[in-house]
């Protein structure tokens, strides 16, 4: 049983070109968390999404960033057009249950994004 | 505001003793708090949880407290080995203003085992 896989696991990109991350959930799971990772910063949640539903954005930008989590396929993390601000270590984890039921998150390794 | 507090941002201690992280928090209500070992250039990985209406909860080498009344978490390795050095997180859930919980995490405790 796979865990969390996140891929690319390290992705360069110029100022203004697109990012995309993308986060395979533990079989099983369809709760999926995506957390931005600062140098010498704790974890930040961004977003809360379901399949196929975004339940909680409240941690996004609300500019450039958007994300998925389609009915078939892996969960999408997207940046537009990338500024340096953007580099960071991004993290993906889902559940079985939601967080509020008390259970554990399971984390891939991130995807680290440096914006040059 | 809310805010959640690890006694400090790195922690130095002789292998075999017990290492002791603290984790404050204020302004949160948590149902239950948990803890995350990370190691560099990798995503956290659970360890223990514990409910607001446990005292205490042991897993091998590791004990967690907690004590809603002062607001305070502590982690204990006992018997520390330096594959003990990693980063220790905290995190407890909370309400995001946006129709959910959500896990919020301290900034961590860097600990360094030394043989």
């Known amino acids: 049983n796979a865990g969390v896989m996140q891929n690319p696991r390290h992705l360069v990109r110029r100022r203004g070109q697109e990012a995309r991350l993308r986060c395979s959930p533990m079989?099983?799971?369809?709760?999926v968390y995506w957390y931005r990772q600062l140098p010498e910063e704790g974890l930040k949640f961004m977003v809360y999404?379901?399949?196929?539903?975004?339940?909680?954005e409240s941690g996004m930008p609300k500019e450039r960033f958007s994300a998925e989590f389609p009915k078939e396929g892996p969960s999408i993390l997207r940046i537009q057009q990338v500024v340096r601000g953007d580099s960071a270590a991004y993290f993906c984890?889902?559940?079985?249950?939601?967080?509020?039921?008390?259970?554990?998150?399971?984390f891939g390794q991130g995807t680290r994004l440096t914006v040059v | 505001s809310q805010k959640i507090e690890q006694n400090s941002e790195a922690l130095n201690i002789q292998e075999g003793k017990t290492a002791t992280l603290t984790c404050n928090y204020t302004?949160?209500?948590?149902?239950?708090l948990q803890w995350y070992r990370q190691d560099p250039g990798r995503g956290p990985v659970f360890l223990l949880l514990?409910?607001?209406?446990?005292k205490e909860k042991r897993k091998e080498r590791l004990k967690v407290t907690f004590d809603t009344t002062l607001k305070q978490s502590l982690f204990h390795i006992t018997a520390s080995q330096p594959a003990d050095s990693a980063t220790y997180l905290c995190?407890?859930?909370?309400?995001?203003?946006?129709?959910?919980?959500?896990?919020?995490f301290g900034k961590g405790t860097k600990l360094s085992v030394i043989p």
């Open positions: 514990i409910r607001e209406n446990e």
């Open positions: 302004n949160y209500s948590p149902a239950y």
């Open positions: 995190a407890l859930s909370s309400f995001s203003g946006a129709g959910s919980y959500q896990l919020t």
């Open positions: 984890a889902s559940s079985a249950t939601p967080v509020v039921m008390n259970t554990e998150a399971f």
């Open positions: 079989k099983g799971h369809s709760h």
């Open positions: 999404l379901q399949k196929e539903n975004i339940i909680d």
